[in-house]
Each structure stands twice: as C-alpha cells, then as structure tokens.
C-alpha cells in the first residue's frame, strides 16, 4: 500500500480515522494495484467534520479578509514547492500521465489559491447614496459550504472549491470521490501549514450516502458539487428542500465546430486535447466534432496519424502520454459505448478496443460519420472517445450544435473572425473557445448551461456564489410615521 494516508479523514487541523465506516480500496489504474484503504465517513465523523467547521468559522470571518488571502497565498506557494510530490499522488490517484499532473493539477489548485488570496482583500460592499439617506451593502460569508468532488481531478476540484469559499469566510467540508480519495487530504495538511485555522478546511471520505447526509445537514448554507447530471439533480433537489445556495458543476456532450476554413493542425490539435488528454474524463470535453464534409477527409487523416503517435503506457513514465480509465467501472463504461458506436452504424477511424495488459487502458478512439440520434453523440461517454459528424451549413450546425440538453462548453474553429464570433454568440454553453479547445485559466468563469449546471468557479464570479450581500439603510432625518 504504497500511498496510505495517516488517516481516512482531515478534521479540525488533524487526521482522524473511524474505521467503522465501510472500506473503500485506492486502486492504482495503470496495474490494478491496491495503494490504500480508506474509510467512508459514519455519521459521527460527519458529525465532527460539521461541528468543527461550524465552530470554525465564526472566528474565520472575523479575521481581515487580506489576513484570510495570505494563507491561501501562502498555501499556493507550498503546492508549487511541492508540484512533483503532489503531482507524483495525483498520477497515483487518477492514472493519469504524470506530463499532464505536473503541469495541470496541483499547479491549477495553486492557481486558484493564488487568485483568491489576492481577491480576498478586495472584497467589499458599496455605498449608494439617497440624498440625505444612503445604504450600505456588506459582502458576509455564507457560512459553512459542502464541497463534493468528482475523481478526475481531484487537486484541482478541492481548491476551486476551497479557494473562493475560505477567501470569503466560509469554513468547508469536501468530500472526495471515493475513486480518488488521496489528493485533497493533501491539500487539507498544506493549508494548516500555511496558518490556516483548524477547522476551516476539513476532509470527509465515502460515497454518495455520506455526501448525501453533509447536503442535507441544517448547518450547512452551500453546496457546490463537480459530478454527473444525474448525481446533480439528486443534490440539487436537496439541497432546494432547505434552501441552500448551489453551484452545479456537472456533464457536458460539447460541440466543436470545424469549418472548411479552419487552419487543420490547430483544429485537430483541439480535436485531440478535447478528447483525449485525461484519457478524456473531463467534463466540457468537444466530444461532438462536427467537420464540414469540405475537409472531412483531411482532417480524418491527420487525426488518425496524429492519434497513432499517442504514447499510451505507465502514467508514471514521462514519455506516457495517455493513461488508463480511472477504474474498472468506467473502463466497461467506455467499452459499452464502443460496442453501442459500432453496432449503430458509426464507422471507427482509430482505436475501439481494450489495450492487452494490465490496467484499464481504452486506445484512443475515432468515429467518423456518426449522426445527431446515435448514443455516442447523445450521452456522456467521460472516455477517449470522439465522435465526428459532418455539416455543410454554418444555421444548420448551430441548430444542431444546440440539439442536447447539456451546455457546457463549445468550440469554433475558423479563420473567419466574423464568423467565430457570430457562432459562438449563438450556441448554448458557459465555456467556449475560438481556434482552441479547454482552457481553463483561473481568470475566467467556469461552468454550464441548461442541464450542465448553475453558477460558475473561478473568476470573480466565484465570489458572488460563496458571499451573499448585506444591505443597511442609514436614515440621517426623522422617521415618518402615519400615526
Ligand atoms: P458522480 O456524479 O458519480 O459523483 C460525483 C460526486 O458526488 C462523488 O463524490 C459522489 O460520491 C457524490 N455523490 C453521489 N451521489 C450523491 C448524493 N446523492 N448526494 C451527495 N453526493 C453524492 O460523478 P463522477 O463519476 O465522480 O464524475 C464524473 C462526472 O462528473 C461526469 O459527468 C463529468 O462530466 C462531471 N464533471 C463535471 C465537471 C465540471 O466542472 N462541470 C468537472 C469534472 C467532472
């Protein structure tokens, strides 16, 4: 068990274990090794996690919030003096490549702490003079805030959460995937070291049943949650029982649009990091290529040559460039959808099957002709698998590029400015790109549309969903009374 924490759990400034709570095992997806066990928070550890949190973050808030941006700068800092360890367990975690986690997992985490350490000591409220009269407004913290993490990325997804949330004053409670469970514990033992109050920041393992009960708990004002739509609906719903701010940040089967004059390289370039970089588990993925049938052929080519040069093997190895599925589970996921892509019709370009060795290694895969009522271009795959479908029409692809009930993330390729800007401002999705695919700056807001979600990380948006405004009338005069 090369990578077994102290404890299951990051409470009040310290590892705590409770091994009552059912086992869950850390597999090692390039080999199917165990690397750990840990426990899944029983309702007394969820209990400590909440009562510490809520303790802790009365004193919080009342601490300058530049104070407050210090230790998160100071966090960041640690993370970055600590990339290659942090990235070393990310790999373990997650099977992916380490050349992907040392350039965007502990230093994306390091990022979002950077930024809103900074942020912290900007935060204000407003004056808003009425004639003799004037209201103030004061930006308060919400409180104590759930977070609940997917397993791709779990650096990333506890410090976009931890960031903005402790910049504000909130104290928080995250709870890993149960697939990934090492990271942010991590991340827990940084922040205390950076001066953090115990108590801010706490970690709780389990599964679904564990996350449900921190949702639901009275103490708990937010809830912002990086999972499937499925999952998202279930949390949101209950979260609204108790009218608890949410930020969703769920699934996405986004469009990416190629059209005749699209610099080819560049386009596939975006073809490619849009689908296979995390062996594709990353959820604003352009998993619909649409290509217009002009350059069809060219571009079938060259991503066919460009995938057969994938260096697919042991994510721990520098040159690895693709890894394994994060699982078993999500493995046979992914294979279904092949299965399904195949006997439908599709017309497989490259890849399709199960690698013959040890881990759970899916070859990057192409399907070409596929068509808007296929499975694979209506659900969700979260595996390296593209599908691409012709267009001629630049109305006609938006309408199509639209036809989902997910609105995560949308791509443009051309050299036509006017047209990039014209076919963007028209689709439906919170994070698109023009001539590039997936990035994710700090900087800018992150989230979806429609069934991908509500609310944004990152950015100075993040703040308006982790503070909420006070606003104070001052009255200078006498009151009026009728009587
Ligand atoms: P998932 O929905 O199965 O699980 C997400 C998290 O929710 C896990 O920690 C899980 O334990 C927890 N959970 C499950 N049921 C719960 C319940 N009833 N109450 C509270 N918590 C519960 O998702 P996953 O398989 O871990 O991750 C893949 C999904 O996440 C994909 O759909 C992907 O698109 C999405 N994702 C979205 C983003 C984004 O920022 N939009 C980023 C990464 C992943």
């Not at 009425?130 to 609940?148: A, F, H, K, Q, S």
């Not at 564990?210 to 949101?236: C, F, I, M, N, W």
């Not at 995390?278 to 350059?295: D, E, K, L, W």
């Not at 400015?417 to 401002?425: D, E, L, P, T």
């Amino acid at each position: 068990m090369i990578a077994q924490p102290k404890a299951s759990h990051f409470i009040n400034g310290t590892y705590v274990e409770d091994t009552a709570g059912d086992a869950i095992p850390v597999i090692f997806a390039a080999t199917g090794e165990q690397l750990a066990t840990v426990h899944a928070g029983t309702p007394a550890i969820v209990e400590q996690a909440l009562a510490a949190a809520a303790e802790a973050q009365k004193e919080w808030a009342k601490w300058s919030p530049r104070d407050r941006g210090r230790v998160l700068t100071r966090a960041a800092q640690i993370i970055r003096d600590r990339n290659e360890e942090l990235s070393q367990l990310e790999t373990l975690d997650t099977g992916k490549p380490i050349q992907e986690t040392r350039v965007a997992d502990a230093t994306s985490g390091a990022d979002a702490l950077e930024y809103f350490g900074g942020l912290a000591g900007t935060l204000t409220g407003e004056h808003i003079p009425l004639g003799e009269d004037w209201v103030y407004t004061v930006r308060e913290p919400l409180g104590v805030c759930v977070g609940i993490g997917a397993w791709n990325y779990p650096t990333q997804i506890a410090c976009w959460k931890a960031a903005p949330a402790l910049a504000c004053g909130n104290a928080m409670v995250f709870k890993p995937s149960e697939t990934t469970p090492l990271c942010a514990l991590k991340i827990a033992e940084i922040l205390i070291e950076a001066g953090l109050p115990k108590g801010v920041f706490n970690v709780v393992q389990g599964m679904g049943a564990t996350g449900a009960q921190l949702v639901s708990d009275p103490r708990v004002e937010k809830v912002s949650l990086t999972g499937s739509v499925p999952t998202g609906k279930k949390v949101y719903a209950a979260a609204a029982a108790e009218m608890k701010h949410v930020t969703m940040e769920l699934g996405g089967k986004s469009p990416m649009i190629v059209f005749e004059d699209a610099d080819i390289e560049n386009a596939v370039g975006g073809a490619i990091l849009g689908n296979f970089y995390s062996s594709g588990q990353i959820c604003s993925n352009g998993t619909r290529v649409f290509v217009h049938s002009a350059i069809k052929d060219k571009f079938l080519k060259r991503l066919a040559e460009r995938s057969a040069q994938a260096i697919i093997g042991d994510p721990r190895e520098d040159a690895t460039s693709i890894g394994p599925m994060v699982s078993e589970t999500q493995m046979d996921i992914v294979l279904d959808y092949i299965a399904k892509g195949k006997s439908e019709g599709a017309r497989l370009i490259c890849g399709g099957e199960r690698l013959d060795r040890d881990g759970f290694f899916i070859a990057p895969t192409v399907f070409a002709d596929v068509t808007d009522d296929m499975t694979i271009a209506r659900e969700e795959i979260f595996g390296p698998v593209m599908a691409v479908l012709d267009f001629d029409d630049e109305a006609e692809v938006i309408a199509r590029a639209n036809g989902t009930e997910f609105g995560l993330s949308a791509g443009v390729f051309t050299k036509d400015i006017q047209r990039a800007h014209r076919v963007i401002g028209q689709l439906q999705a919170g994070s698109c790109f023009i001539n590039s695919y997936n990035d994710a700056p700090v900087e800018a807001p992150f989230g979806g549309v429609k069934a991908s979600g509500v609310g944004r990380e990152n950015s100075k948006q993040a703040i308006e969903h982790y503070s909420q405004m006070k606003s104070v009338y001052v009255r200078m005069g006498d009151v009026e009374a009728p009587f």
